[in-house]
């Protein structure tokens, strides 16, 4: 038993080249895809604050601003493996360049970080400041989908 | 798909053979242009809403004001380079009179008498009010010279034939304003820079088999040039979106449920958020009167 379970294993092993291919990888789109779903949440507090549909509240906003900012600091390689491109599967939207140019890529989900930072020195300051802020954070998701996500 | 279109093109250069007359380039009446004397600083917020800039930046700059042509457009006819537009006198369109420039953008002549192709949307800037071609004219002068050499456009025969393109013109150039009667100013500014300046259309409509553009389902979406997706339908029964999510949409990129506009479109926003709050709001009256289905032609 034990030897087959070996034998299994290297089996398993050599072959993981072909395996990666046929890997279930949509959990990982899931979970990205999950996160930015968190960043619009947040994104629409604030930004219905902005253009006054709901009422300022310091609180609330600087709670959505606090969870962009925890958002921008989850470690992303695990979340886009290599084969998870909308070339490579149904359900997803990443273009194959993400790959190809992962340090750019890289760069983009950091500006996001930087204007996350910048709403959440701000949000509790007042309404007024919210706008603004919103420009920033809407400039680095448009610098990103702009050229890594694919249309619908 | 691709041999029915070349046929069709074949069949048009033939048409072009009989009507070499017809499809003669049509040139802006001198007339029109007489007279007008540009305001640059008009003009930066014409250019700047007919996205001018969003097709002849070079391709990887981070500077869109530097006209140097280079990025690339795939089509179904094949993949169209743009040409520099930037005031070197040798590589730009610096040495040109303003009548060229204007025959150029309204009606798609070059200084040559040719045809130029419809991936530059000329026949969006055909209803181009003349002070406002005078306005751009003088603006561009002021933009940086760059002396990058013009690349070819890569077409296959026929489409390589400048001349085809006088029968396509016979077809879909020259058709003026599609939403008849706008009302009131405010409609009447939102159709010119949608239909006129910021040539929405060219996107968002559907075209025919021979790549013009179908009036008759005026901005109901249409597939993706890179072959892959659509682009959304923009009629009242597609984009449910109140005006003010429009003018919102348009300023910043965030959809009425914060996701973020992306692909082409970026350069849209960016555009449109440079021009006054009004222009955003008259382009979403404009979408908000537009029929359901698109149906107008």
């Known amino acids: ?152 | 798909m691709r041999r029915l279109l070349a046929g069709v093109a074949l069949a048009g250069v033939a048409l072009a053979g009989a009507g070499w007359v017809l499809t003669a380039p049509d040139p802006v009446p001198e007339e029109l242009l007489a007279g007008l004397s540009g305001d640059a600083a008009r003009g930066e917020a014409v250019f700047t809403a007919a996205g001018c800039a969003s097709c002849h930046h070079a391709p990887d700059s981070e500077d869109r004001l530097v006209l140097a042509g280079g990025q690339s457009f795939p089509s179904d006819f094949g993949t169209f380079r743009a040409p520099n537009i930037s005031p070197d006198p040798d590589h730009g369109i610096g040495g040109w009179s303003f009548a060229q420039f204007a025959n150029a953008v309204t009606r798609g002549i070059s200084p040559e008498g040719q045809h130029l192709y419809p991936a530059f949307p000329y026949t969006a800037y055909a209803q181009m009010a003349p002070q406002d071609l005078a306005d751009l004219w003088a603006y561009m002068a002021t933009l940086p010279a760059d002396a990058t050499p013009n690349q070819p456009h890569d077409l296959p025969f026929p489409f390589s034939l400048r001349r085809g393109v006088g029968v396509w013109k016979l077809l879909y150039a020259d058709r003026g304003f599609v939403l008849p009667d706008p009302g009131t100013p405010d409609l009447t500014r939102g159709r010119y820079l949608a239909e006129a300046l910021a040539h929405c259309g060219e996107c968002h409509s559907p075209r025919t088999a021979l790549g013009g553009l179908d009036r008759s389902a005026w901005l109901t979406g249409a597939p993706d040039p890179s072959g892959r997706g659509t682009i959304p339908g923009l009629t009242p029964d597609q984009l449910d979106w109140s005006a003010e999510d429009i003018a919102y949409y348009l300023e910043s990129g965030f959809t009425p449920d914060y996701d973020s506009a992306g692909g082409h479109m970026v350069e849209v926003i960016t555009n449109f958020a440079a021009l006054p709050a009004e222009d955003r709001a008259a382009v979403a009256a404009y979408l908000k009167a537009l029929p359901e289905g698109g149906r107008l032609d």
Request: net charge negative; with cysteine; aromatic share 6%.
């Open chain 1, 1 to 152: 038993m034990k030897m087959t379970i070996a034998a299994a294993a290297g089996v398993a092993l050599l072959a993981t080249g072909a395996l990666a291919q046929e890997q279930d990888l949509s959990g990982n789109v899931k979970a990205r895809q999950g996160q930015f779903r968190i960043m619009a949440i947040n994104l629409g507090i604030l930004g219905d604050m902005a253009q006054g549909k709901t009422e300022y509240d310091a609180e609330a906003a600087q709670a959505a601003a606090d969870t962009l900012v925890a958002v921008s600091t989850i470690n992303q390689p695990p979340l886009w493996p290599e084969g998870s491109s909308e070339m490579d599967m149904d359900g997803t939207r990443a273009k194959a360049e993400i790959w190809d140019n992962m340090d750019d890529f890289a760069s983009k989900w950091a500006g996001f970080g930087e204007a996350a930072s910048a709403m959440q020195q701000v949000a509790a300051t007042g309404q007024e400041a919210i706008g603004p802020a919103m420009g920033g954070l809407g400039g680095a998701c448009k610098a990103c989908h702009d050229t890594y996500r694919a249309p619908q």
